[in-house]
């Protein structure tokens, strides 16, 4: 299993929408892909991101940044190979990074367990 991933599993074991995951390595060299998803409150979006950096660093993988954390808004998760955005529905339609990077192939994410 990529570990992106396991941050997608850790992501919808905390209720994630609209989970979405792009080849960025096509299109770009700073990282080999997003995962996107939405959290509807920023109480839900912290609860996201503690479950992913849970999961994560029991893989021995721990973020090289977290921004956003406080607000909830949009929390930033940067793992190197991966970067995770965790937005509120506002901010996802503000930035609409699926629009940004359109050139980035979406990589299929497994279906839940």
């Known amino acids: 299993m990529a570990d992106w991933e396991l941050a997608v599993h850790a992501a919808r074991?905390?209720?994630a929408e609209d989970i979405v995951v792009l080849n960025i390595m096509e299109v770009s060299s700073f990282t080999d892909a997003f995962v996107i998803c939405t959290g509807t409150n920023p109480r839900q979006a912290q609860s996201i991101a503690d479950a992913i950096e849970?999961?994560?660093r029991a893989q021995g993988l721990?973020?090289?940044g977290l921004e956003g954390y406080?607000?909830?808004a949009?929390?930033?998760m940067d793992y190197s190979d991966f970067v995770v955005h965790i937005f509120s529905p506002?901010?996802?339609?503000?930035y609409n990074l699926e629009r940004l990077w359109k050139n980035a192939p979406r990589i299929p994410v497994p279906e839940a367990a």
């Open 13 to 15: 074991s905390k209720k």
């Open 54 to 56: 849970t999961n994560l």
């Open 62 to 64: 721990r973020p090289i």
């Open 70 to 72: 406080d607000s909830g």
């Open 74 to 76: 949009w929390v930033l």
């Open 90 to 94: 506002e901010a996802r339609g503000f």
